[in-house]
């Protein structure tokens, strides 16, 4: 029958079973861990021989000779290359990663560790190789490709100069001035288009210098450049002879048809010339005086074309061999053609002059006597004139200005004389005529001489009382000139007009200090002829003095008033002149106060603020001006000037607006600064947000569906999650700031309070996203680990 254990086997069998399975368990952990070293090996000496792999195949072809039989095929493997280092670029990421996994493998000590860390040494110094290696081939590449670029420019070159020497060599000069025009334009473009690719030749000799020796030296480049240069200089040498070709073809035409146009010029005027004879009448000889003062003007111009021809002529004599007896017939027949011309019109014009100055000299000895016949007469009808002072009065008012009236008659007369003998020996057919004429004119002087000295003799003590009757009357019309300047009241309208005006009433008070003397010496002759006498002329004559004395007078307080008139007018305009300045600052000011914009970045704000300070610095250097200007404006006023209301009324709006300025730009600089702080604000929100995205990818991650290394990213998301706890306080703190900010800026209350709620919504949603993930995590990592412990149990 079934006999029952005893109580103590059952536990020690249970103890033994309990024993070997943990014996069990511990040797299949100790299998695990060596089999996931080896793992960890192999895999390391997997992954580093595909790398090798492809770095030795990469070095074979690295190490091709081939750069290309072209340009075309060099840029083609530059292109390849440019891959290869994307490639390289590419490959250098996993590998570092199996190299960082090697080292480990190394620092651990354990399955060969001297094997692993001798592997990564190797790898690391054939990656370094092939790094090099890869440099040296786009070093290559690189000089291969400016060879064929090098070759291929010169081909270039050497094309176009062929080109343009064909060009250069033409023959071809014209048949006329209009086809050699037309050839001179296109041989421009052509010398143009020389000197423009003189930067492309020296850019090929540049290429040259900067090609390595292996290249350098090959025939293509150390013969090709010297070639071409010379190629390049004959190409400049045959264009410039070219041109001197077309431009000598083109002045020989221009000069022939300039002498065409010349010559038939003269032919025209040569005939009218031959045509012309000399009239006796002075109208007619003043008809053809016009005639011939209209034909000197035309005769001028022709001279300076004859002398352009000419000018043409010696240059093409100096550089054009083909046409010299061409161009010496044209020259000499057109300067001999104007030689006769020129003597022919100075014969028929020293004809016409010598008519004219006869028939001039005729009516001139006629207007002369009559002349003198009519100051004759006017001194002896004051022969019935007394020596007592209303007989002197008469008298000066009869010969007034008749002493200048003698000087012009006798200047007039030794004219005449002149005139007479120089017509006389000119012609000597008409010389007793002319002589004749002269000995009239010279007895009616001599008679009109005698008069007035016996006139003068007959005044005998007048002569003094007439003097100073003279004196006055001119004194007087001094007095009324210089009156009726002073007593203009133009207002100068301009700062310019001002000076000038007051520099002109300067000079007329220099003027009346100078007249002082006169004034004086009158007053006292007048009191000295008047004294005691009592008849009409001497009361009148009283009068006039007393009249001169008011005069005077008057004069100086005159000129006093528009001194002082002209002087607040140049005071107001110099008002005005600074006033335009002030207000042209003032209107420059509130432009530059109502076109300033709130930035919307932090270094753009802070610029804004620094700006602005440095403005409203300029604005109190520019309060000083402001202040200058009113205070005139001011005193303008406090003087009574004439425009008083219009001064008053600048200096209100200028200190008003100068006033306005300052408090606007007061309360600008106030919002320019809170928007600096709200850009700050801002700046610190986008960087956290800018964190928690970055955050957030990581957060949504869901790699963890893939049950590898679950334990590993269990671990990873646990510093993540401590790493989001370290940085809350960074949320705080903006909150913080973003609160103290609201409350003493109001007006930024909405902005800062938008972007706090966009803030602490990521945040929430980064939080939530990060337990989710965390649990999850979890939940697959408790799946794998009872997967693992049935899987043992089997």
Request: proline fraction near 2%; charge should be negative; aromatic fraction near 6%.
């Amino acid at each position: 029958g079934y006999q029952p254990c005893e109580p103590a086997a059952v536990r020690e069998r249970v103890a033994t079973l309990e024993l070997r399975y943990r014996e069990l368990a511990e040797l299949a952990g100790q299998r695990r861990v060596r089999l996931e070293e080896s793992r960890r090996l192999w895999k390391f000496f997997w992954d580093t021989g595909e790398e090798e792999a492809w770095m030795r195949e990469q070095e074979r072809l690295l190490s091709s000779e081939d750069v290309g039989r072209d340009l075309t095929s060099s840029l083609r493997l530059l292109s390849q290359h440019d891959a290869f280092r994307g490639e390289l670029s590419g490959r250098a990421g996993p590998l570092e990663q199996a190299l960082a996994r090697g080292r480990e493998l190394a620092a651990e000590g354990r399955l060969g560790a001297a094997e692993v860390a001798e592997r990564v040494r190797e790898m690391e110094g054939r990656w370094q190789a092939l790094a090099e290696l890869a440099a040296e081939r786009e070093r290559r590449l690189r000089e291969a490709a400016g060879f064929f670029q090098f070759q291929a420019e010169a081909a270039d070159a050497e094309a176009w100069l062929e080109d343009a020497l064909r060009l250069a060599s033409s023959p071809e000069l014209g048949h006329d001035e209009y086809s050699t025009r037309s050839l001179a334009r296109q041989h421009r473009e052509v010398q143009e288009e020389v000197r423009s690719h003189r930067p492309a030749i020296d850019a090929l000799h540049e290429q040259a210098r900067t090609l390595p020796p292996v290249f350098a030296d090959v025939p293509d480049v150390a013969g090709r450049l010297p070639a071409l240069e010379r190629r390049y200089q004959e190409l400049a040498a045959r264009a410039e002879r070219r041109r001197q070709e077309l431009q000598d073809a083109l002045s020989l035409y221009t000069m022939r048809s300039e002498a065409d146009a010349c010559g038939l010029w003269v032919g025209e005027k040569e005939q009218w010339l031959h045509a012309m004879h000399v009239p006796d009448k002075l109208e007619d000889l003043e008809v053809v005086q016009q005639r011939f003062e209209t034909l000197e003007p035309e005769m001028n111009n022709l001279a300076s074309r004859v002398a352009a021809v000419n000018r043409i002529a010696d240059q093409l004599l100096a550089t054009d061999q083909r046409n010299q007896d061409s161009i010496r017939a044209t020259r000499e027949q057109l300067n001999a053609r104007w030689e006769r011309f020129r003597a022919l019109a100075d014969q028929k014009k020293e004809a016409l002059t010598s008519a004219l100055n006869i028939q001039n000299y005729h009516l001139e000895c006629n207007e002369t006597t009559s002349w003198m016949r009519e100051k004759t007469k006017v001194i002896e009808s004051t022969q019935g004139l007394g020596n007592d002072l209303a007989g002197v009065m008469a008298l000066q008012r009869k010969l007034s200005g008749m002493e200048r009236d003698l000087e012009a008659i006798q200047g007039k007369v030794r004219d005449l004389r002149a005139e007479a003998e120089k017509l006389a020996a000119e012609h000597p057919e008409q010389a007793p005529a002319i002589l004749d004429r002269l000995s009239a004119i010279e007895a009616v002087w001599d008679e009109l001489c005698r008069s007035l000295r016996r006139r003068e003799e007959s005044l005998g003590e007048a002569s003094k009382l007439q003097g100073f009757l003279r004196d006055l009357a001119a004194f007087q019309a001094w007095l009324s000139r210089t009156q009726t300047a002073v007593a203009s009241e133009d207002v100068p309208a301009t700062l310019v007009e001002a000076e000038r005006l007051l520099s002109q009433h300067e000079s007329i008070r220099k003027e009346i200090t100078h007249y002082g003397d006169d004034y004086r010496s009158t007053r006292a002759v007048g009191r000295e002829v008047t004294q005691g006498q009592t008849d009409a002329q001497h009361v009148f004559l009283h009068q006039r003095l007393e009249a001169l004395d008011t005069g005077w007078e008057e004069l100086g307080r005159m000129w006093e008033n528009r001194h002082h008139l002209l002087s607040q007018a140049f005071a107001f305009q110099l008002f005005l002149r600074d006033s335009k300045q002030v207000e042209g600052v003032l209107s420059t000011q509130e432009y530059a106060l109502s076109h300033t914009e709130m930035p919307g970045t932090l270094p753009g704000a802070e610029a804004s603020v620094k700006k602005h300070e440095d403005f409203m610095a300029t604005m109190e250097a520019n309060g000083e001006r402001v202040q200058g200007l009113v205070a005139t404006g001011r005193k303008l006023v406090a003087e009574g000037s004439l425009h008083a209301d219009k001064v008053q009324e600048t200096v209100d709006s200028v200190e008003s607006r100068h006033r306005r300025n300052r408090e606007t730009a007061q309360e600008l600089l106030g919002r320019l600064r809170d928007n600096w702080e709200l850009q700050r604000f801002l700046q610190d929100g986008q960087e956290l947000t800018l964190w928690i995205d970055e955050k957030m990818l990581t957060a949504q991650d869901v790699s963890y569906e893939e049950a590898r290394n679950l334990h590993t990213k269990w671990q990873k998301h646990q510093a993540f999650a401590a790493e989001l706890a370290a940085n809350k306080g960074w949320l705080e703190k903006m909150e913080k700031e973003g609160q103290q900010l609201a409350s003493a800026k109001p007006e930024l209350g909405t902005v800062v309070t938008e972007k706090l709620a966009a803030l602490r919504g990521l945040w929430d949603e980064l939080e939530t996203t990060t337990r989710t993930k965390a649990r999850r995590l979890f939940d697959a990592n408790r799946a794998e680990l009872c997967a693992q412990s049935c899987a043992a149990l089997r």
